[in-house]
């Protein structure tokens, strides 16, 4: 956590100024919120750092939904805190909503893209992805963790969605692509970390019921109710 402000303040600081950071945790058992104080306290002057704390889980779809409800600028850029991408992805993503993107949604998978990450997981997000498209129609990479889009837009998809877990990605683009939001895709470098929040073990089955979950709730909205 500290390497990842120390990069992300002092990019920002230099190509971003006006830019805020905004942390959302939620429940997390290690030491983010001890770091993250200690981090603003030696930086009195850097970029400015909102912390977020829940007592519990909210979900990773959960957590992002407070982050962007609490954040102030015109465009809000979503991304893992180990910085899976480079961070000139971040300049990017704002040019492309500056010249008429709604949400920019990276893309592990199309033309221009890289990907450094273990076959296993390569291979059951490519899992994913296909469902995906086979039950929804989704032709994104929804599950890249990088993502930017105009706040208000965001806002307004956030508070329409129902599944706050790890497949929250599919439910969103498909909120805001309906709410009338030009998607655009953006190919990333990606690298992989032992360090991420996600667990295969752990989330993979959750992320697939989701995925039927918010199948039913698309296809048979009366089923809900």
């Given at each position: 956590?500290?390497?990842?402000?120390?990069?992300?303040?002092?990019?920002?600081?230099?190509?971003?100024s006006?830019?805020e950071?905004?942390?959302?945790?939620?429940?997390?058992?290690?030491?983010?919120?001890?770091?993250?104080?200690?981090?603003?306290?030696?930086?009195?002057?850097?970029?400015?750092?909102?912390l977020?704390?829940?007592?519990?889980?909210?979900?990773?779809g959960?957590?992002?939904?407070?982050?962007?409800?609490?954040?102030?600028?015109?465009?809000?850029?979503?991304?893992?805190?180990?910085?899976?991408?480079?961070?000139?992805?971040?300049?990017?993503?704002?040019?492309?909503?500056?010249?008429?993107?709604?949400?920019?949604?990276?893309?592990?998978?199309?033309?221009?893209?890289s990907r450094?990450?273990?076959?296993?997981?390569?291979?059951?997000?490519?899992?994913?992805?296909?469902?995906?498209?086979?039950?929804?129609?989704?032709?994104?990479d929804?599950?890249?963790?990088?993502?930017?889009?105009?706040?208000?837009?965001?806002?307004?998809a956030?508070?329409?969605?129902?599944?706050?877990?790890?497949?929250?990605?599919?439910?969103?683009?498909?909120?805001?692509?309906?709410?009338?939001?030009?998607?655009?895709?953006?190919?990333?470098?990606?690298?992989?970390?032992?360090?991420?929040?996600?667990?295969?073990?752990?989330?993979?089955?959750?992320?697939?019921?989701?995925?039927l979950?918010?199948?039913?709730?698309?296809?048979?909205?009366?089923?809900?109710?």
């Amino acid at each position: 956590m500290k390497s990842c402000l120390t990069r992300l303040s002092e990019f920002l600081r230099l190509n971003h100024s006006s830019s805020e950071i905004v942390i959302s945790e939620d429940g997390s058992t290690d030491r983010t919120i001890q770091i993250v104080h200690e981090f603003r306290e030696q930086n009195p002057s850097g970029v400015p750092i909102t912390l977020l704390h829940a007592e519990g889980r909210l979900g990773k779809g959960g957590g992002l939904k407070r982050g962007i409800e609490t954040a102030q600028g015109e465009y809000t850029v979503f991304t893992d805190t180990d910085l899976p991408v480079p961070l000139d992805t971040i300049t990017e993503s704002v040019q492309l909503l500056k010249t008429g993107a709604d949400v920019v949604a990276g893309s592990r998978v199309m033309k221009g893209s890289s990907r450094d990450e273990p076959f296993r997981r390569r291979a059951l997000s490519r899992g994913f992805h296909v469902l995906a498209r086979a039950l929804l129609g989704m032709r994104w990479d929804s599950q890249c963790g990088f993502k930017a889009v105009r706040t208000s837009v965001g806002r307004a998809a956030f508070s329409k969605i129902v599944n706050p877990g790890f497949a929250y990605d599919v439910e969103f683009l498909l909120k805001a692509k309906r709410m009338g939001a030009k998607v655009v895709e953006l190919p990333v470098q990606w690298r992989y970390s032992k360090d991420t929040s996600m667990k295969l073990s752990r989330d993979i089955f959750g992320m697939f019921r989701e995925l039927l979950r918010i199948f039913v709730q698309t296809h048979f909205p009366e089923s809900d109710k």
